[in-house]
């Protein structure tokens, strides 16, 4: 049966439709040979699909997979400066796995990776509000006031005001306060900005957890699969 270029690449685990659009757009995808860059080609059975050379094809069972990044590891498939990537531990992974959102070099915790393009895209697409939750070790004192401007939403240093967040203060010393910040949100190094806008300092910054799934006591630089049931819970969002 055809189907738009777009969609195939998500099926086959490349990205979420709209970043496909973006492959697409950019000239790294070829249909037999052909490179592509207009919307709205269908793929017929039998087509020869390229991303920057390589074969993809769809892909029919689906992976889902929890990681604990490390600090130091960059959330991307390579890296120009050759930095540790989170993909260097699924380097012999037998499907290939796309990371579902990021975390900045200087933070941790808990990633999800799949093949499945269109429950990337779904997890990612702002409308569905999709919470992470951050632990964060913050200079100094933070006070109840600031605390409460970050639940109310605080304008990022690009004039970006932010949606609500739901913030917890877990302990305050005199020299840093460890709070949980949850957001659905994910501008670039979002949580560390909105730490900025209220006049603190990001000392530590890990996900605990990604919608329904918790980081728990997995070890850093191990991954597992997710259970069915965890499956279940994110698709239900």
Known sequence: MPMRLQKYLALSGVASRRASEKLISEGHVAVNGQVITEMGVQVQDGDRVTVDGKPVA??????????????????????????????DKFKDYPVRLYTVGRLDYESEGLILLTNDGDMMNALL????????????????????????????????????MTSPAKV?????????????????????????????????????????????ILLGDLPKGQWRHLTDEEVRRLKEL
């Open 58 to 87: 769809i892909q029919e069972e689906k992976h889902y997979i929890a990681y604990n990044k490390q600090v130091g590891e960059m959330c991307t498939a390579s890296d120009p400066e050759g930095r540790t990537t989170v993909m």
């Open 125 to 160: 697409h702002p409308s569905h509000e999709v919470g992470k939750a951050y632990w964060v070790k913050v200079s100094s004192t933070v006070t109840q006031e600031e605390a409460h401007r970050l639940s109310a939403g605080v304008k990022l240093d690009d004039g970006y």
């Open 168 to 212: 917890r203060i877990i302990r305050q010393e005199a020299f840093d306060t460890i709070m949980t910040i949850t957001i659905h949100e994910g501008r670039n190094r979002q949580v560390r900005r909105m730490i900025e806008a209220i006049g603190h300092q990001t000392l530590m910054l890990k996900r605990v957890a990604f919608g329904p």
